[in-house]
């Protein structure tokens, strides 16, 4: 079992960057698939990004690919998303999950932890 803690959300202006971290207890860590996930006001949770337990393999929703990455310190049983190019329409509670890596990676069923979520403002 393991418990994600988020931190690192905050306010910025559109174009800037933010990096969040998700510290998780346990001493299974590197056994979990990771996810990220936003939820805006009004809106359902959606998929941000995910990596494997071993980092090796990660995952990107269309909508940040290539301005998000993902990654991973087992040794420090910490999960990061460094985002950057940040737009209005990013602006969410940001929430870290931890589950199985599965096919269903984009949804929210194979992720049995959640943390309690971060704010990420992008103001114009």
């Known amino acids: 079992q393991v418990q994600p803690v988020e931190s690192g959300g905050g306010l910025v202006q559109a174009g800037g960057s933010l990096r969040l971290s998700c510290a998780a207890s346990g001493r299974t860590f590197n056994n979990y698939a990771m996810g990220w996930f936003r939820q805006a006001p009004g809106k359902e949770r959606e998929f941000v990004s995910a990596?494997?337990?071993?980092?090796?393999?990660?995952y990107y929703a269309d909508s940040v690919k290539g301005r998000f990455t993902i990654s991973r310190d087992n040794a420090k049983n910490t999960v990061y998303l460094q985002m950057n190019s940040l737009k209005p329409e990013d602006t969410a509670v940001y929430y870290c999950a931890a589950g199985a890596l599965r096919s269903d990676y984009s949804t929210t069923r194979p992720y049995l932890y959640w943390g309690q979520g971060t704010q990420v403002t992008v103001s114009s």
């Open positions: 990596i494997s337990g071993s980092g090796g393999s990660t």
